[in-house]
């Protein structure tokens, strides 16, 4: 057996958990807190319970919530200024991806200088980030357990991928109650990013036995939960898809992704996406592409999601994509590219599966690709 390795945070799961992100803060070394979140969870009063933690815990606060959905590089720079300008010696970021991912991005400058786009690609992040605390209030990105930030050049259109143990933060406070606030959209579109994170690294080339079992459990917990946590909003259910994308995180993070993610991230840059959404529309496509060379991980990946069906044999496994579309247009995603690009967009598809092709994510696919493998993908998906 070859060897592995599997990173994580400390964490903490579990209703109410968020009250002890001040006395973690705290052992952190922290005195004053840099806090990096976004305006819509000021609206919904979120950030007003943690200011309230963090004061509890004798710490003062200094907030930088000019975050967008799919965080722009300028926004990073300008994070970082701030940080390096307040003398902030922790940084905490409650939200989705984009608030976490750009943490990432301001902790990789305040600590190692430069542009951001230099640490574009694998392991070239040199010095350490400052002590990170992650509140992850969807139930998706897993940027709060993971080695990657994805972080937008505006001026490339480009979504870059950064990948480094330096990434993982110390500690991720995993509270199901912020769901509660979530409406069905996000709840849909990050709990369709979970469960392509589980898929894509459970049959990437650098799964482990760690990474497995961990993609395993997050299949079943998403079959068991998605419907009821994103239509009835059930507290339990919103538990279950927590956990499931905690689990799919800790696999991705350790065995990566593949071309579902590497397209992800193209149209994303290019067109600002909803990621989420853009794997309701990939997976299938994705999961029928990678079958010849996965075909006993496909089976028991549709096997976890329709456990009342068989997926022996290539007539089962489209049988399998059939129920994944149905499955999908059920929680209310959009399943076909045309349905959510303009017109003049497929005449784009080429320039985008080249820039794909550089994705990092692209090197951990099973089955080899190029340009032109994606561009079919891409057609197929339309």
Known sequence: MRITKFAIPE??????????????????????????SDPGLAQAGWLDVVRGHLAQAGLTCVEFLQVQPNPRDCQVHAGAALYRESGADVIVAVGGGSPMDTAKGIGILVSNGGNIAEYEGANRVTHPLPPMLFMPTTAGSG??????????????KLKMSLISRSLIPNISIIDPDFLQSAGRGLLVDSCIDALA??????????????????????????????ERGCF?????????????SAAASMSFSNASLGVGHALAHAFGGRFDMPHGGMHAILLPVVLRFNASHSPAKTAEILGLLFPDHSFAGPAAVE????????RFSTLGAPVRLGAVLPPQAKEQLPELCQAAVKDACMLTNPRP?????????????W
């Open 11 to 36: 964490i903490l799961f579990g209703r109410g958990s968020m009250a002890h992100v001040g006395a973690c803060a705290a052992a952190l070394g922290g005195e004053t807190v840099f806090l990096v």
């Open 143 to 156: 940027s709060d357990l993971s080695q990657f930030a994805i972080i937008t050049d505006v001026q490339r």
């Open 197 to 226: 994170h589980a898929v894509e690294s459970f049959i990437s080339t650098a799964a482990s036995p760690f990474t497995e079992t961990q993609a395993r459990l997050a299949l079943r917990l998403w079959n068991e939960h998605a």
């Open 232 to 244: 009835a909003g059930e507290p339990a259910a919103l538990e279950g898809l927590c956990l499931a």
């Open 319 to 326: 049988q399998g994509i059939a129920l994944l579309y149905e």
């Open 369 to 381: 690709a190029g340009a032109e493998q994606l561009l079919e993908i891409c057609q197929e998906a």
